[in-house]
RNA sequence: GCCGGAGUGGCGGAAUGGCAGACGCGUUGGACUCAAAAUCCAAUGUCCGUAAGGGCUUGAGGGUUCGACUCCCUCCUCCGGCACCA
């Protein structure tokens, strides 16, 4: 009785107590375990999942939206009787974390579990619904112990491997970083200019994979850029590599244009090249192409460098000699050359190379043209004229045996007569370089090798693992991992002869972390194995993955790569991580990205305290689609805020007047099951804007209707919940209902009930609507015009005019043209 | 430079070949109130017109079509990706 007038007595207030119903269904949903799955065969299952957070210190509302997005998804699902899996961790090693620490002279353990403790009580007061015993943190050794596991797996097939290279060096962050990890030159956390430096690195063959990771056609619903930002990331080019010869060595060149080989007209080496060092030694002007090499390599690679970058180069004064037609060409070394690409030199041809024929000019180098294009007035193109290079297509000349041919043509015909004479090989080349994976960092996964003075280079054996990571620690700044300074970890005997031996002191790329971590999910208590292979079947792949741009190439290109690996060794069935991919905008205020430095933060605890979660989720689902930016206003927020309580006035209005029968409202109840099938058509489509606006529409429909019917009221709770889900539960339990909706069914619409009896058909002249007729349904174009052509409106137009033409779509539109 | 995406009222946005501007915000007027807040009702693209009504209107221009925000071509602006990849 009590706990009735308590009710009645909360239902007689305006505005709806959001703060303690929010708290109320949060803690009901953790103790009834409504979101904890387990796999179950006899249900479909679900897996939707948002990139995982990396635990940072200042959360604003741009944080909540995706997770608000994915958590729709879960909850329509759940509702449509899926076994759902939403689970939700943290991406908790990383530079940020140990950079932040040393700043406030801290461990970074305890100022990560900090921002984790943080990031997982709001998460908790947003009332997302994940499965929280299936939380990961990367940084514990339960976690990482794996990633150590997964690199001995790589080194045992030969796909982790040690090298010395130029590599991208950031020194604000003191570590290497990936290629990935360099945005126009510039480190992708911290902006530094990045910097190369030639240093012992580890390193995942990515490459091994590009063909694979090229094949898209297990990615479903994936946006169309991301797709072709990693496929130009990839950057396929088939071509051939061509033997030149100096004397008795051979220079090999790689083309994607052997159709032009009959005009190259010298060769170049990149400055790095090894044959360069050779050059030098047996040169007469050794100095001058020594000092030319240096100040090439000093170079720094920045964007702004290499567009205003002039082409540079000197001759060797070698010759090589082209096999084609045995003429001698002179070889150069120049800067426009990339050593990292091809075979690290290449062919010139001046004339059909704008780069070539820049660098040619310069030099007085000389051109000759062997792809002629095809014009009308049969002018030929001569050189001497040319102020650029042509690119085109065209017919051969100057070029022996191929004279006439296409040049389309003659790029295979080419490639396959080199092969015959062995002067060249058809290859493939990737842009896509390996993935360096060593970070000269302590706040990361320990690499499982040891370096010993007799046996070189030995893996920690699989039984030794984790390498834990030293919990003592000073932070320094001294260009080296950290961990190099802590003995204990260093020295170390040898897994083989047991002879002394020195650790590896760097540590993985967080992004080793975040490759698979989906999968450990699925398999949360597994002990023996990162995770078993059931679970991970029944759960795998992710039906619905949602996340940010940034991580178009970066984080979806390694764990496409990791999960492809993960098949060949028989730990996963399915080729691809992810089906369906949803990429969702920032949320800006004044145009700007919500930054601590610009000032334009917006909390979401402060929003919570004010309006409550279910009122944030609802703005933040309602102003824009999930792609798009989304723009934080105040005024929205009130809206939102003005409709939950509208809805919550309406439910208060119904439960209190005991006459909540009423008749069946045709025309409401029709209004519904539009409803229905809209809501539920929008939310697959991810057109929540639009989804909540037609609920808005409905609410507006039957608040205006009386009397209202009970059952028309709950539809609609049930329609709102994914998007609000603490104030449903309460408003489904104040009508009478027996918590938790979430164990309810969703709605079905009724298709005879939106079959409409009369439409509305657009009546319009000469294209131009100017008059509208209500008609029974599927009536007969016979019809339809008799009826029109009478109208007063319809005769002012046609009066006079004879018709030509009448077209007419049924049950909608009928046009007459005069 | 090359490759993508976007451009619609005062604002966020809706409509993917058939009533442009749903829904929300803002604004204005009204009701309630001693008053305010809250709430409710009404109006709200723009121009001409007292009105009825009509003209114009989806970045600009052209085209296809009975009919174009939607499809095609040219251009402009903004955002993103790539950066001498041979």
């Known amino acids: ?268 080496l990149s400055p790095e090249h090894p044959l360069v060092n050779n050059i030098i030694h047996l040169s007469k002007s050794r100095g001058l192409i020594k000092k030319f090499v240096e100040k090439a390599k000093s170079k720094d690679m920045t964007i702004a460098t290499i567009l205003d970058m002039e082409k540079e180069g000197i001759w060797t004064g070698f010759y090589a000699v082209n096999p084609v037609n045995n003429e001698k060409i002179p070889i150069w070394v120049a800067n426009y050359v990339l050593t990292e690409y091809g075979t690290g030199a290449i062919m010139a041809v001046p004339t059909h190379d704008q780069r070539d024929f820049e660098f040619a000019k310069k030099y007085g180098l000389p051109m000759r043209i062997v792809i002629q294009k095809q014009t009308s007035d049969s002018k030929l193109q001569n050189v001497e004229e040319m102020t650029q290079s042509y690119e085109g297509e065209g017919v051969l000349v100057n070029s022996g045996q191929f004279n006439g041919l296409e040049n389309k043509q003659a790029i295979d015909k080419i490639g396959i007569w080199m092969e015959q004479q062995g002067i060249g090989e058809r290859k493939v080349y990737y842009k896509l370089r390996d993935w360096c994976i060593s970070r000269q960092r302590y706040w990361g996964t320990p690499i499982p090798i040891v370096y010993c003075e007799k046996c070189g280079i030995v893996a920690v054996p699989e039984n030794d693992l984790p390498v834990k990571l030293p919990k003592k620690i000073t932070i320094t700044r001294k260009g080296q991992s950290p961990l190099a300074y802590v003995e204990e970890f260093v020295n170390c005997t040898c897994p083989k002869c047991r002879g002394r031996a020195r650790r590896e002191t760097d540590t993985m790329d967080t992004f080793v972390c975040s490759s698979w971590y989906f999968l450990r999910y699925t398999s949360i208590n597994s002990e023996k194995v990162p995770f078993n292979l059931e679970d991970v079947n029944y759960w795998m792949p992710v039906e619905q993955y949602v996340g940010g741009v940034e991580h178009a190439i970066l984080h979806l290109l390694y764990a496409r790569f990791f999960n492809k690996f993960l098949k060949d060794i028989g730990m996963v069935n399915n080729e691809e991580p992810f089906t369906n991919l949803l990429v969702h905008g920032m949320v800006i205020k004044d145009g700007a990205k919500m930054s601590k430095s610009k000032g334009n933060v917006v909390s979401p605890d402060e929003i919570i305290e004010r309006y409550g979660a279910d009122v944030l989720r609802l703005f933040m689902l309602f102003a824009a689609p999930p792609q798009p930016d989304l723009e934080w206003s105040d005024e929205g927020i009130e809206g939102a805020n003005r409709f939950l309580n509208r809805v919550w006035r309406l439910v208060k209005q119904v439960v209190e007047s005991e006459k909540c029968g009423g008749q069946e409202n045709q025309r409401i109840l029709r209004k519904l099951h539009h409803t229905i099938k809209k809501v539920t058509e929008d939310i697959e489509r991810f057109h929540f804007n639009t989804a909540i606006a037609s609920i808005m529409e409905l609410i507006n429909t039957v608040q205006q209707s009386s009397p209202i019917r009970k059952e028309i009221l709950e539809t609609i709770v049930l329609l709102l919940s994914p998007f609000v889900p603490h104030i449903c539960e309460e408003m489904w339990e104040s009508m009478g209902n027996k918590p938790s909706i979430f164990n309810q069914s969703w709605p079905k619409y009724n298709p005879e009930l939106i079959k409409e009896e009369e439409t509305l058909i657009i009546i319009q002249v000469n294209g131009r609507v100017r008059d509208k007729m209500l008609v029974p349904s599927g009536i007969s174009e016979e019809d339809v015009r008799k009826m029109v052509l009478n109208r007063e409106k319809v005769r002012k137009w046609t009066g006079g005019k004879t018709i030509e033409n009448i077209i007419f779509i049924p049950d909608k539109l009928i046009n007459i043209v005069v």
């Open 1 to 268: 009785m009590n706990k009735v007038n308590h009710q009645r007595r909360k239902l007689m207030e305006d505005k709806y107590p959001f703060a303690e119903i929010e708290y109320k269904w949060q803690k009901y949903w953790e103790q009834h375990k409504i979101y904890e799955v387990e796999k179950d065969s006899s249900k479909e299952k679900y897996y939707v999942l948002e990139m995982f957070p990396y635990p940072s210190a200042t959360l604003h509302v741009g944080h909540t939206r995706p997770y608000s997005i994915t958590d729709v998804i879960a909850r329509f699902k759940l509702l449509q009787g899926f076994n759902v899996l939403h689970p939700v961790g943290y991406d908790s090693f990383g530079m940020p974390a140990e950079i932040s620490a040393f700043e406030r002279s801290m461990h970074p353990a305890t100022w990560t579990y900090q921002c984790i403790d943080n990031i997982r009580a709001q998460f908790k007061r947003l009332g997302f619904s994940y499965d929280w015993r299936r939380e990961i943190i990367t940084c514990e050794p339960s976690y990482y112990r794996w990633n150590q596991w997964f690199f001995l797996k790589f080194y045992e097939k030969g796909l982790a491997y040690r090298k010395k290279t130029p590599a991208n060096w950031c020194s604000k962050c003191e570590t290497v970083l990936a290629n990935e990890q360099v945005i126009d030159g510039q480190c992708w956390r911290c902006n530094t200019k990045v910097e190369q430096k030639n240093l012992e690195q580890w390193f995942l063959s990515i490459t091994s994979y590009a063909e694979r990771l090229l094949d898209t056609s297990n990615l479903k619903e994936w946006p169309e850029r991301v797709l072709l930002m990693q496929k130009n990331w990839i950057g396929r080019s088939e071509g051939v590599e061509i033997k030149f010869k100096i004397k008795n060595e051979e220079l090999p060149v790689f083309t994607t244009r052997p159709d032009t080989i009959f005009g190259a007209t010298y060769v170049v």
